[in-house]
């Protein structure tokens, strides 16, 4: 049976600790083998064979939250989180209109407000217990059910600190009020400070909603990308309106300009631009005309488009994308293992503070002295809450992900997100990698004035349009220009007698303008066998060609040496800029191909690569690779073929140009949407980033508890002012995350 993963959109969690309950709870299903349960997205990944969805979803009911399976073609769970956003926003709303006046009575507490009056009817204990204990049951009852749930489960999560701290404080004040002997009214009760505490936490949880929904708007973005409906084209000519679900391979739409193009086909009929920028990060709008691909989701900019329908739903492009950025924002970076580990011990740690605090104040600071032990408690249970904790690194991970994803930079999971910046050796493959992997003709010129240029580029056009080779395609489609206005069409010369030398070269016999000429195109051992003199002078140009790195080439017309041409893959316009980028970073860069040694050093020395390991086989890219990595160099390999997929697999990272093969980007760990290298560099800045990110949030996350805790056990710091902290705290560390999305991946 297939191994597949689904999604469940989860709701009711706190803190990182109900993502393990989660987690274990998942892992008890039948057929699951791994389960990612993201506290920020508040997504599950549960991968696995035959898997269940209800029983998925019940195991996440039994453990005492809500989940639902996602499905991207509806917005269901994304209405979901909106609605727990709204409610959440609301249980802050109506509990801060019954805390107000709770939080007034504090003002007749403190002798400096003594100018400030406080009616005698908001002292009274009983329209306080009439305040506040719609606050403790109702609009924090999640925190009740929250608690239990982790309880039964064997654990202790943030509703346990908060249901525990806010229910001391409570039924503590209707301890005072209603059985104390010696209480009197101005000494005031703390129901004022459960209600305030549930107000702010309840506050927190707002925007900490809000926060973690920007930091996943990276995919919402890239689904709002592909337009819902689509012009079909009838048998008629006619068009209808229809779902782009509903679309079929083979089908034929029409796009206008400004339209965004359905999904993913080839062009038919029609020229235009196509802005690619929110698939590829490619700024400059690319020409399409007749079988030319386009991708759904981009933008038809300029002329009217009929596109053959080649690929629907989860094949698209898009969709490829869409579950890359899912991936890799659902995977879990090997540095939070230190914080999930950490919060698994934390709260039963942040109970047995508390109670030492307790016992502390009762003992040896105050003896006797409730009131003061009390206070120093409630706020040690109630600022020690983890949820800063468990958003230090998934928050990171979305928005340095997502940003990555808007400049045509994949990363396909969060460990490779993490790893990448630790690379210090980079190895490219050449073909299709550093250059653009076809040939172009790169040199025309004459030995002889006998004929004329355009002559003797009439009759080669003519020959090698004959041939099916590459490099023959390559010298047709660059003597065009030299051809004048027919483009070789009119009056063409015939061909006669057309024979391929295998390896050597061709030749035919060519009738143009009445005039027979025996032509031959290929090496200098092909002109030598047919006995053409090829002079010192000749010789010398072509070898210098060929230490260009180039494919020279002669030409013979009537047993007369008269031209040569050169052919070469020509170098990307983006490779020497990029690969000065990577170097200012420090870094290695080698060259590793199975083009011939004297090609491979030509372009090595234009680039300034620092090493060059030429004429390898495809299967020994891989062992080339190890022998790097047992130097004790950290590697990316960089390709696009086949032949790479081994190299892309064993390396440290592997990285594929999305212009390149299925198979290798299947390999690589990172994916460049477009051509163009300068992405490298994009990456490994983005990666850092992203790393220094996640460091800043857990280093605030553990500061603030190692320093808030030992502060509130001391006294210093009042119940409510402790939930105000708590809740400021994960709103810090998801905002620090979301400044990832405003990172400016220019060139470097």
Not at 312 to 327: M, N, Y
Not at 587 to 609: C, R, S, V
Not at 664 to 688: T, V
């Amino acid at each position: 049976m297939a191994t597949e993963t689904l999604q469940l959109q989860l709701s009711g969690m706190s803190c990182a600790g109900c993502a393990k309950s989660i987690e274990r709870a998942l892992q008890s299903c039948d057929g699951v083998t791994s389960v990612n349960v993201n506290f920020a997205s508040e997504i599950a990944a549960v991968t696995g064979d035959g898997l269940q969805p209800k029983q998925l979803i019940t195991a996440v009911q039994d453990a005492g939250y809500s989940a639902q399976l996602i499905d991207r073609s509806q917005s269901s769970s994304e209405d979901q989180r909106d609605n727990a956003q709204q409610l959440q926003f609301f249980k802050f709303l109506a509990a801060a209109i019954l805390s107000l006046p709770l939080l007034y009575t504090m003002f007749g507490h403190f002798s400096w407000t003594s100018g400030i009056p406080v009616p005698a009817l908001l002292m009274s204990p009983w329209l306080q217990l009439l305040l506040a204990t719609p606050v403790q049951f109702i609009m924090g009852w999640q925190f009740y059910r929250g608690s239990y749930h982790a309880l039964r489960n064997g654990a202790a999560n943030m509703d346990v600190l908060v249901a525990l701290g806010t229910s001391a404080a409570y039924f503590y004040s209707i301890y005072l009020a209603w059985f104390a002997p010696d209480y009197h009214p101005h000494e005031g009760l703390y129901f004022e400070t459960s209600a305030v505490l549930i107000t702010l936490i309840l506050l927190g949880k707002w925007f900490e909603a809000r926060a973690k929904g920007r930091s996943s708007s990276a995919i919402q973005k890239l689904l709002q990308l592909q337009p819902e409906r689509a012009l079909r084209e009838l048998a008629t000519g006619d068009t209808e309106e229809v779902a782009v679900a509903d679309l079929k391979v083979g089908d034929i739409i029409h796009v206008r300009p400004g339209q965004s193009i359905p999904t993913d086909g080839k062009v038919i009929s029609g020229e235009s631009a196509i802005d690619e920028s929110m698939l590829t990060g490619e700024s400059m709008p690319v020409a399409k005309h007749d079988d030319d691909v386009v991708m759904g989701g981009t933008m038809n900019t300029t002329g009217f488009l009929r596109v053959e329908v080649k690929q629907i739903g989860a094949e698209t492009a898009l969709a490829k994308i869409i579950q890359i950025v899912e991936q890799a924002q659902n995977s879990k970076a090997p540095i939070q293992r230190l914080a999930d580990r950490v919060a698994s011990i934390f709260v039963p740690a942040v109970l047995v503070i508390a109670a030492l605090t307790m016992l502390t104040w009762i003992v040896f600071l105050a003896p006797g002295d409730w009131r003061s032990a009390f206070e120093a408690t409630v706020a040690v249970l109630v600022i020690a809450c983890p949820c800063a904790l468990g958003l230090a690194t998934p928050t990171s991970i979305m928005a340095g992900s997502g940003r990555a994803a808007q400049a045509g930079i994949l990363f396909k999971q969060s460990d490779v997100l993490e790893r990448t910046q630790a690379v210090d050796t980079i190895v490219f493959d050449k073909t299709g990698t550093l250059t653009e992997g076809r040939p172009k003709l790169t040199d025309f010129g004459l030995f002889s004035q006998a004929l004329t240029q355009a002559t003797v580029a009439t009759l080669v056009y003519s020959l090698e349009k004959q041939s099916e080779h590459p490099l023959a395609q390559a010298i047709v489609n660059g003597l065009v220009a030299h051809l004048g206005d027919d483009d070789g069409a009119t009056d063409a010369p015939k061909i006669q007698q057309f024979n391929a030398h295998q390896g050597k070269g061709v030749s035919a016999k060519a009738t143009y303008h009445d005039h027979s000429y025996q032509v031959f195109i290929g090496s200098l051992r092909l002109l030598e066998e047919q006995g053409v003199h090829v002079n010192d002078h000749a010789q010398q140009l072509l070898r210098e060609l060929q230490t260009q790195g180039k494919t020279a080439m002669a030409i013979a017309v009537d047993g007369e040496l008269h031209a040569y041409v050169a052919v070469a893959d020509t170098l990307r316009s983006t490779s020497k800029e990029a690969l000065q980028a990577l170097r200012r970073r420090g870094l290695k860069l080698i060259m590793l191909t199975g083009d011939n040694n004297h090609t491979a050093q030509a372009i090595a020395q234009e680039l300034g690569l620092d090493d060059v390991i030429a004429e390898v086989l495809p299967e020994d890219k891989a062992n080339h690779i190890k022998e790097l990595q047992a130097t004790g160099a950290t590697v990316a390999m960089v390709g696009d073929g086949i032949n790479d997929a081994p190299a892309l697999a064993v390396a440290d990272i592997g990285i594929a140009m999305g212009t390149g093969t299925d198979v290798a980007i299947e390999a690589a760990d990172i994916a460049l949407m477009r051509a163009d290298l300068n992405g490298l560099a994009q990456a490994l800045e983005m990666s850092r980033l992203t790393v220094r990110n996640i460091r800043q949030n857990l280093f605030w996350a553990f500061a603030y508890n190692v320093i808030g805790i030992p502060i509130a056990a001391s006294g210093l710091l009042a119940p409510w002012l402790a939930g105000g902290a708590m809740a400021l705290s994960s709103v810090s560390v998801v905002l620090n995350a979301l400044r990832l999305q405003r990172v400016k991946l220019n060139r470097q």
